[in-house]
């Protein structure tokens, strides 16, 4: 599948199956989140650290917690983990500037791809990212660095759920300025 392919076809799930992704698969996401550039050269990239959880019980108590801060803050969120067998956490220094979450923008952006051309689903979970924080004993669990949080939270893993790639082109938002 080619990246505008990858582009079109990627949803956000709600639903994933129970079924681990394959051995072979999880190499290929983590190199999809390394070789993504933030500058032409490749030069002084911003630090980042990438966490792969698949432990079951970890991935439970991530789920309460979030869960949890919802409920707390009033947010409307149904996303949480949605069963998903993987969450890939992006992590930056807390004192980062703002290139920092720029780059881990784009390295989220590189993994969400890299899973729809593989034939993975995924969402972005935001609410998860506070929760995690909020959680600091979580995030002892998480290993990060010293000084480092959470920044974007990924569940990916296989759909359960039916959907239908509806790409319509538009261009009601694009200013042509010839």
Not at 18 to 46: E, M, W, Y
Not at 150 to 174: L, R
């Amino acid at each position: 599948m080619d990246v505008f392919e990858a582009i079109i076809k990627r949803r956000t799930v709600k639903r994933f199956m129970s079924r681990q992704i394959f051995a072979s698969d999880l190499p290929k996401l983590i190199h999809a989140a390394n070789t993504a550039q933030v500058n032409s050269s490749g030069c002084n990239q911003p630090e980042f650290q990438i966490t792969l959880i698949q432990n079951v019980n970890l991935l439970e108590k991530i789920t309460l917690a979030t869960s949890e801060f919802i409920a707390r803050s009033g947010i409307i969120d149904e996303s949480q983990l949605l069963g998903a067998p993987a969450l890939m956490v992006l992590s930056a220094s807390m004192g980062s500037i703002q290139t920092e979450h720029y780059t881990i923008g784009m390295v989220a952006q590189s993994i969400v791809l890299a899973a729809t051309s593989m034939g993975l689903s995924s969402a972005i979970l935001p609410s998860m990212v506070y929760a995690l924080r909020e959680a600091q004993h979580l995030c002892n669990e998480l290993r990060l660095p010293p000084g480092y949080w959470p920044c974007i939270c990924i569940a990916i893993g296989y759909a359960d759920e039916k959907y239908t790639v509806h790409c319509q082109y538009k261009e009601h938002n694009v200013n042509r300025l010839i």
